[in-house]
């Protein structure tokens, strides 16, 4: 399998569940965003895994052509950025996340995420059909 269906699939997949529960789980994720930035730890953690999935991407799925698969590269870079500012400056997404807690900043993220995630998997699973059929 083309490493750009996969990503697409993968990412589609995760963006549309993510998207409901923002839409379904906003109390919910509010007491996870405030209770995050108060551990260190897990913050490092999150922010190591953020780093290395960003590289992962970027390293294997560089493409910055007019089409879906520069989607996939963009949020590569997004968790690369995502890992390296909670490493460097915890105290910013900090700030960020009081911002989210606030506002309808979960509902926007939600809709962003759900047609983000509907494009990818749209790609990933019925783009291929039509490669096949051309």
Known sequence: MDVSIFLARLFGLYLTIIAFVYFFRKTFLREVLRDFYNNSALVVVTSIINLFIGLLIILNHNIWEYSWRVVITLIGYL???????NLFA???????AAKVMEGNILMYSGVISLALGL???YYGFFGV????LS
Do not use: A, D, T
């Open 79 to 85: 968790s690369l950025l995502k890992g390296i500012l």
């Open 90 to 96: 915890p105290e910013y997404g900090k700030k960020m």
């Open 119 to 121: 494009y990818l998997l």
């Open 129 to 132: 059909v039509q490669m096949f």
